[in-house]
């Protein structure tokens, strides 16, 4: 490490006050913390406002609400999946294939081993080809958009003001709960979503920057959209206790074929994920454009299938066929690496899903007809839930997009039986965490490092110590006159050394020790110190302002073992 004159000729002692860093390497709620969430999640929810303002407008042009057959053969907008595979194709190529890689499944890896920071590179390549490919009606949702951008906006600017790590991570999942909220105007959902999929733990200082990031987005989306919730036009009303059993059924037939929808898509995607990207991509278009010419309700995100399943006296033949294609197009489209997100194509299969399954025991149970919407708003909730391993999430989200609590008790009756016939008996696993297994990216991380990573090294480093000049006179004035204190000083290479007195074993006297320590940034977090000192179970580090370069405290693996035995770890 560099060391002027000044530092190597100087003795002082570092009695450093607290600054912001200080306070939010703390794993403690704190308003500095409230702050900067709010701050970044401004930043995000514009970036998503703005992607959701183009997809409105590429809207007007490509969406086509003409099903008759006879009307699509002839219109160019069959062959939208092609061009817009054409486009994410060129799109990828003008960008790095560093930094390739997008998505949820993504993020999650960079959020669970790199404290969620993902390189700001990526994102134009995020918003653009996840704009072609909902604007070119491909099968796929925008909240992977939504989170992979809300999660780049927040996560950049935290690491451009060398924010502690642990403050990163916790900066990166408000962002992603600015964005979902911002996208579909859902922010309970969003902070739920964030808990339970993406950080998989509650802790209380999560909760309060990413809630106030849920509230930024949602206040965003509703300044420029107004106050809409997308289904809150299916009608859904309380449904009596004697249709129970019905819905018991619905919840094993949900669970099947969740199961089935998540086999299918991991195997097209271990197959496929090392084919050409144009190969892929040009595939998904072709498929994509029969699918919409035979069946087009079965393309788009979820609007033209919900509107089959929700319309009045719908023909469970139609509803099957929709069905089929919705499923083929969401596993070609997911499967074969279309950019976008999951969670909208799966709310159509599950409204699809629902419909099916109301309309056929209406046979039995006329009674059940004006439930058909209600039915439809379970299997959206049934399908998220398990094919994502979100129940909780799911069913917030379809509580605030459908604007209606009557949903509550018979979606949670559904979605416990489709959740364990699916995990137990098809051992269906989280679509995302078999993703980042089929791409080789990690995700697992043990539980002392996990805890660890929540505090950053100022939190507890030992600010009161004393650099001193490297010769014996001062250092033994100074561990004369610094009982207890941490001794640092510079050997000729600039390398920092702790020095101590110690007993020789031949003689009574004492001996003057010299031992290098290693430095981290103080960005760092306390998972760093205890990879560096759990070797030897023993030693120092010493912890580096990243703004000036100086050495601001010293741990001891003493303080780490002890910050270990507190409640935080």
């Known amino acids: 490490m560099p060391l002027s004159n000044k530092k190597q000729s100087t003795t002082w002692n570092k009695n450093v006050k607290t600054t912001l860093k200080d306070t939010l390497s703390q794993a403690k709620v704190s308003v500095q913390l409230c702050l900067l969430a709010l701050i970044f999640a401004l930043i995000a929810s514009t970036v998503i406002v703005i992607f959701r303002s183009l997809l409105v407008w590429l809207d007007s042009f490509t969406q086509n609400q003409q099903f008759n057959f ?61 704009l072609f490919a909902l604007a070119s009606q491909f099968s796929v949702g925008r909240e992977g958009p939504a ?48 808990l339970e999929v993406i950080l998989r733990e509650y802790k209380i200082h999560y909760f309060f920057p990413i809630t106030i990031s849920a509230i930024c987005g949602a206040l965003s989306s509703r300044l420029v959209f107004g106050n809409i919730h997308a289904f809150d036009q299916i009608s859904v009303m309380k449904i009596p206790l004697s249709q129970y059993p019905v ?13 089935l929808f998540n086999f299918a898509l991991l195997a097209l995607t271990e197959k496929s994920h090392k084919w050409p990207l144009l190969q892929r991509l040009m595939i998904a278009g072709i498929l994509t454009s029969i699918i919409g010419l035979f069946l087009p309700q079965a393309i788009g995100s979820n609007e033209h299938a919900i509107s089959e399943a929700i319309q009045a006296n719908p023909s469970i033949l139609l509803l099957g066929a929709i069905l089929i294609g919705k499923i083929f197009a969401t596993v070609i489209a997911i499967g074969l690496g279309i950019p976008g997100g999951l969670i909208g194509p799966l709310y159509g299969i599950g ?80 679509i995302f965490f078999k993703q980042l297994e089929i791409m080789k990216l990690g995700y697992k991380v043990t539980a002392i490092n996990l805890g660890l990573q929540k505090v950053g090294v100022r ?18 004035q100074a561990l004369n006159e610094q009982l207890g204190q941490p001794i640092l000083t510079y050997d000729q290479q600039n ?13 009574t006297e004492k001996r003057l020790i010299k031992r290098k320590i290693k430095g981290l940034p103080d960005t760092c977090t306390l998972c760093e110190v205890y990879q560096l000192l759990s070797i030897q179970r023993q030693g120092h580090v010493c912890v580096i302002d990243q703004s000036n370069q100086e050495i601001v405290g010293v741990i001891s693996w003493e303080d780490l073992q002890s910050e270990i035995k507190t409640e935080q770890i």
């Open 147 to 194: 989170i992979h951008l809300g999660a780049v906006s927040a996560s950049v600017l935290a690491e451009k003001l060398k924010l502690p790590d642990n403050s990163v991570r916790i900066m990166c999942a408000s962002g992603i709960a600015a964005g979902i909220s911002a996208i579909f105007n859902a922010p309970l959902a969003a902070v739920i979503f964030v």
């Open 70 to 130: 006879t009307h699509l053969i002839g219109d160019w907008r069959v062959l939208l999946p092609i061009f817009g595979a054409l486009l994410i194709w060129i799109i990828a190529k003008m960008g790095s294939k560093r930094y390739k890689r997008m998505g949820i499944a993504y993020v999650l890896h960079r959020v669970k081993l790199h404290y969620g920071k993902i390189p700001l590179a990526s994102a134009p390549a995020q918003f653009f080809q996840a």
């Open 351 to 430: 409204a699809l899903l629902g419909a099916m399954i109301a309309v056929f025991f209406q046979q039995w149970f006329p009674s059940i007809a004006p439930f058909i919407g209600l039915y439809a708003i379970i299997g959206m909730t049934a399908m998220m839930g398990v094919c994502l391993s979100a129940p909780l999430a799911a069913l917030v989200a379809l509580i605030e997009l459908s604007d209606n609590t009557a949903i509550i008790l018979p979606s949670m009756f559904v979605i416990i039986p489709a959740f364990l016939i699916s995990h137990q008996l098809f051992k269906t696993k989280s």
């Open 459 to 476: 939190a507890i480093m030992n600010k009161n110590f004393t650099l001193v000049k490297n010769d014996n006179t001062h250092l033994l």
């Open 495 to 507: 390398n920092v050394e702790i020095v101590e007195l110690k007993l020789h074993t031949s003689h």
């Open 247 to 259: 819905l018991a059924i619905s919840g094993l037939i949900l669970g099947g074929i969740a199961a």
